[in-house]
């Protein structure tokens, strides 16, 4: 009979393992879960056609965000209502974070711009000839969800995103503001 190992094997386990080998495991289950990802929206998209699965990625990321920022917000110990500067932080810890290239720019206390340099998925659609994803709806979707789960107060506005026309420097691009006389959460 094999031995069924719990979350406390599974703990002492990764504790046992080296920097190096933890930061593979971390990189490889990012890109298991973008794999999955993937695979359930071509699932959907194969049965039902682009649109609904569209609509049912837009479903799932607007749970999925809010669940994702709470569990960053806890393992980094923040409060909600931290502003520009926690949502920036909070986004560098994002899941698809360690396989996407992004970057923030303009960045004041009260504004931050956010680019998406290289993305996983649009670069593979790109290499197998694919036009790009049209994920505007669902990254409006996902990207509010996030900035107001990390503070109620932020205001999210995509500049360009699929099927947008983009440079070919960059795949989407996210203002994120904090309004003049915005009070506390």
Not at 47 to 57: N, P, R
Not at 75 to 104: D, F, S, T
Request: aromatic content about 8%.
């Amino acid at each position: 009979m094999a031995d069924i190992a719990g979350p406390d094997d599974v703990l002492a386990q990764l504790r046992a393992q080296d920097k190096e080998e933890l930061l593979r495991l971390l990189l490889d289950d990012a890109k298991n879960w973008l794999a999955h990802d993937g695979l359930w929206f071509q699932a959907i998209e194969a049965t039902h056609g682009m649109e609904a699965a569209i609509e049912a990625d837009r479903a799932a990321w607007e749970r999925f965000t809010v669940i994702e920022a709470n569990r960053i917000m806890e393992r980094l110990g923040m409060k909600p209502g931290g502003g520009i500067p926690a949502l920036l932080e909070a986004l560098r810890h994002r899941l698809y974070a360690r396989l996407n290239v992004q970057e923030a720019t303009e960045v004041t206390d009260r504004r931050a711009v956010f680019t998406m340099r290289d993305c996983r998925v649009q670069s593979a659609r790109r290499r197998k000839g694919l036009p790009d994803f049209p994920c505007k709806s669902v990254g409006v979707v996902e990207y509010s969800g996030f900035a107001r789960t990390i503070d109620p107060r932020i205001r999210t506005r995509c500049i360009a995103c699929p099927p947008d026309d983009h440079p070919d420097d960059r795949w989407c691009t996210w203002e994120f503001t904090l309004p003049e006389g915005a009070g506390t959460p």
